[in-house]
Nanobody, 124 residues
Framework: VQLQASGGGLVQAGGSLRLSCAASGFTFDDYIIGWFRQAPGKEREGVSCLDISDGSTYYADSVKGRFTISSDGARSTVYLQMNSLKPEDTVVYYC??????????????????WGQGTQVTVSS
């Protein structure tokens, strides 16, 4: 199982970025794939998760209305479109995967496979 995260960068407050998580080595449709972040001194946070099999989604309150998660099955890739970025969104973002289950989860400790992080920096 491999997850390859990309798309981070430096952007001004109010700007946008799109993160990509390319998956391989497993049946894409059988998994929940999510984005997570962990600021220094804080607990790891589930930002947004997507159940590929049924399209159900989860968003943290802090990103609702600003971030959108989506997938491209042909590319086995999950995207996180981040709009109206704020300085407090500055952190390393990770994508992760877990076999799907009856209801969607975005709790980081339930995810089995992790990609490397991609840095997002939002300047004020």
């Amino acid at each position: 199982v491999q997850l390859q995260a990309s798309g981070g960068g430096l952007v001004q407050a109010g700007g946008s970025l799109r993160l990509s998580c390319a998956a391989s080595g497993f049946t894409f449709d059988d998994y929940i794939i999510g984005w997570f972040r962990q600021a220094p001194g804080k607990e790891r946070e589930g930002v947004s998760c997507l159940d590929i099999s049924d399209g159900s989604t989860y968003y943290a309150d802090s990103v609702k209305g600003r971030f959108t998660i989506s997938s491209d099955g042909a590319r086995s890739t999950v995207y996180l479109q981040m709009n109206s970025l704020k300085p407090e969104d500055t952190v390393v973002y990770y994508c992760a995967a877990v076999r799907n289950r009856p209801s969607i989860t975005c709790s980081w400790f339930q995810f089995d496979y992790w990609g490397q992080g991609t840095q997002v920096t939002v300047s004020s």
